[in-house]
T-cell receptor, first 114, second 110 residues
């Protein structure tokens, strides 16, 4: 039990599909994040939310759309993706945005775009 | 921005010691994290260094030299379950963002 739960664990979607990734944290944290992890590459920060407000959007294509309805839930809506978007998408949360605050990660959603 | 380098792969024998180096070139610095990630699982926090020196936690130790832009993670008395990817991450001085290295895959052999 990591405290951060992501669903689904695996997703295969066509380039014309629309799907959503879900993240839920049970830790009472105020900040949530989406990261992209591609093989042999560093984790890339995509979005950051603090107290349900987006504080970071790292030049992510508009085909990725985040939503944070409350401090416990974070979604990543996907549409018209490209094959190069295939990757592991990790959600994380932290108590706040403090400099020494560790992030707790979910197990990720393995996304394959065909 | 941050440029973070760590070796891609390392192999060691059960019971041995392995040292994973991480070098960084940053526009600012507010701490360095090490995470462990087993295949198909979430990264889990191992250590945080913000001051120079060695932090020890059981079989794992992490060292930081800010003047050299250098850290290492030391794994002692290696066990098979230590086979995983180890991620080095640096926090920028002026914000909360973590920049990650590509990870070092450690394989422990019997």
């Amino acid at each position: 039990e990591t405290g951060v739960t992501q669903t689904p664990r695996h997703l295969v979607m066509g380039m014309t599909n629309k799907k959503s990734l879900k993240c839920e944290q049970h830790l009472g944290h105020n900040a949530m994040y989406w990261y992209k992890q591609s093989a042999k590459k560093p984790l890339e920060l995509m979005f950051v939310y603090s107290l349900e407000e987006r504080v970071e959007n790292n030049s992510v294509p508009s085909r990725f759309s985040p939503e944070c309805p409350n401090s416990s839930h974070l979604f990543l809506h996907l549409h018209t993706l490209q094959p190069e978007d295939s990757a592991l998408y990790l959600c994380a949360s932290s108590q706040d945005l403090g400099i020494d605050t560790e992030a707790f990660f979910g197990q990720g959603t393995r996304l394959t775009v065909v | 921005g941050q440029n973070i380098d760590q070796p891609t792969e390392m192999t060691a024998t059960e019971g041995a010691i392995v040292q994973i180096n991480c070098t960084y070139q940053t526009s600012g610095f507010n701490g360095l994290f090490w995470y462990q990630q087993h295949a198909g699982e979430a990264p889990t926090f191992l250590s945080y260094n913000v001051l120079d020196g060695l932090e020890e936690k059981g079989r794992f130790s992490s060292f930081l030299s800010r003047s050299k832009g250098y850290s290492y993670l030391l794994l002692k008395e290696l066990q098979m379950k230590d086979s995983a990817s180890y991620l080095c991450a640096v926090r920028d001085r002026d914000d909360y963002k973590l920049s990650f290295g590509a990870g070092t895959t450690v394989t422990v052999r019997a």
